[in-house]
């Protein structure tokens, strides 16, 4: 629904009624279409805030009404809304698809060696290097090197 550049007419009309209306406390609150126009555009391109061009007003601005806006659940209705709206009209599809381009081989798919390394043996020269290192640090290595989870020993 929503496009790259800045809202339409009739996407402006579907989420006006959804956003939150000035408290009138803090003055008046700048125009929330040229809020939400800034705001996508930053999300478009991946700009900083204050690269954000001049014509969706001051970029604090923005940037605060975007903050304000994620904590406190607007973003979330407006995008159950729309969702909710696409969907009625079918212009959603849900399944997922996924080619073999992005999803990356496991290590033993590759070719990677199958059986598992031997576990390591800890001499006692080593042993006394790890204690000055600090007997913590030695604790942890052990105890790493021993879960079969927490992947291949180190040799």
Known sequence: MLSRGDLTVDEWAVLEPLLPLSNNRC???R???Q???GIIHRLGTSCQWRELPERFGPWQ???KRHLLWSADGTWERLLQ???AAADASGDIDWGIYIDSTSVRAHQHAAGARKDSPP??????????RAVRRSLLAFL???VRSARPSAGPAAV
């Not at 576990?119 to 006394?128: E, R, Y």
């Open 27 to 29: 003055g008046r609150w």
């Open 31 to 33: 125009d929330h279409r």
């Open 35 to 37: 809020v939400i126009n």
């Open 61 to 63: 601005t923005v940037h």
């Open 81 to 83: 809304h729309v969702q």
């Open 119 to 128: 576990a390591p043996t800890v001499s006692k020269g080593a042993l006394h």
């Open 140 to 142: 942890e290595e052990a």
